[in-house]
C-alpha cells in the first residue's frame, strides 16, 4: 500500500472545499438514506466533521501504532451517533465515490484499492473496540442537571450533572455532551471537576452566538433537565502526558480554565497529608473581570496548599488595577518557565501566541501541552494525530 499517495491524493481532494462534504453527504444519503437519520438536522454550520476526520486518519494508516489508541476511542466514541458495524460498508462506498470524483483521471484501480484497504484497517479496529466495549459500557449516559449557576456579567453557566451510571474520566479528558432537545448535536468540553464520589461532575459553558448547543446549556436548562454524555477521551491535557517531577505552569483564556481547574483537583486529592511535591502556578485571563467567573472556587482552592499560586490576569479593561495582558504575557513577565511542564487551553488565537511565545521563551516541544475550544466545543481532533491517544 502506498501512503504517500493516500495522504498526497486527499490533500488534492481537500482543495476542494466545501464541495466534498457536500458530494459525500448526497451519494451516502442517496446510498443508505437510513443514515440520514443519524446525523444533526442541520449539517451546514461542521459539514466536514466526518469527512475530514475519514479522510486525515484512513490516509495516516501507516502511523497505526500510534493511531490504533486513537481509533478504538473513535470506535467506542461513536456507539452515541447510533453507528453500526453494517454502517462501514456504505461510508466506504461514499469516500471513495467522493475521491474518485474530486481525483477524475488520477483516480487509478490501484489508488481505489489502497483506500479501500486502509479504510478497512480503520473500520475493523473501530468495531472490534465499539463490540468490545458494548458488554462493559453504555453507548451514552443520561446525565440530569443537578445544579445550574448563571455567572453574572457573562454568558457563562456552570452545570452539574450527575450520570445516571457510574462515570468516570481522567482530569484534562473531554467529553461529547447532547442535549435531547437538540437531538443528534454532539460539542465536546472538558469537566471542571476531577472524578468524585458522588458521580456529579461539571462543566463550564459559555453560550456562543449562534451556536447550537452552548445558548441552550446556558439559557434554555435548568436543574431537573436531562443531558447526554458520551464516552470522556483524550489524553493531551492530561497529567499523564507530562513529566511527573517538574513544576507546572498552566495558562487559561476564559472557560478554557475548565480541564486545567480539574487537574488542580486532581492534584489536590492526591496531595492528601503528605502535600503536593509539584509547585503549580495558574494565571487565569478574561478580557474583564467578570470573565474570571471561577475565582472565588480557584481562592478556596488555594487555602492551606501553598503548591498553588492562581493569578488572575485582565486584558481589556483600563481600570482594573491588577495584572493586565493576556495569560502568556503575565507569564512571561512573572518568570522563566523552561524547565516547567506547560499547560495552555483556550480559544484558538490564545492557544497559538501562548504557545508561540513559550517556544521563543525555550519552553521545549514536548513540555506544552495544549487544547483549543472554539466556542462550540473543544477540538480534540485538532492534535496532531500522533499526539492523541495514551488515556482514553
Ligand atoms: C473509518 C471510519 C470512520 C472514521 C475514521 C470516523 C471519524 C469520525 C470523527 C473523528 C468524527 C468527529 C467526532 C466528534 O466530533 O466527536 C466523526 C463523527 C461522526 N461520524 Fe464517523 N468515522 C468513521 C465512520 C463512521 C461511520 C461508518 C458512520 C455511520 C454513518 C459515522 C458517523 C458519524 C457521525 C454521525 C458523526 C457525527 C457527525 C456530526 O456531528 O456532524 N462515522 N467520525
Redesign the pocket.
Known sequence: MDTDRLKESFAKVAQHGDAVPTYFYGY?FIRAPE?RD???AS?AA?RD??VN??GT??SNVDSFDQLSFF?RG?GR??RK?G?LAE??AP?AEALLATLAYHLGDEWTPQLAADWQAA?EI??GE?TAAATEAEATTPAWWDAPIVAHERRPGTSIAIITVRPEAAWDHIPGQSV?IQAPRRP???R?YSPASAPRADNTVEFHIRARPGGTLSPALVFGMGVGDELRL?PPSGSALTLYAADPDRDLLMLAGGTGLAPLRALVEQLANEAGTAGQPRRVTLFHGGRVTADLYDMTTLTELRQGRPWLNVLPVISDDPYYRGDRGTPVEAALRAGRWSDHEVYVCGPPGMVADSTKRLREAGVPEERLHVEEFDGQGYI??SRPLAAVGGAR
Open positions: 451516502l443514515l443519524l446525523f444533526p449539517m461542521q466533521k466526518l476526520a475519514l486518519v484512513v481509533v473513535l466514541d461513536h451517533f453507528v454502517h462501514y461510508v479504510y480503520v473500520a473501530m461529547g443528534r448535536v454532539w465536546h458520551g480534540p481532533s
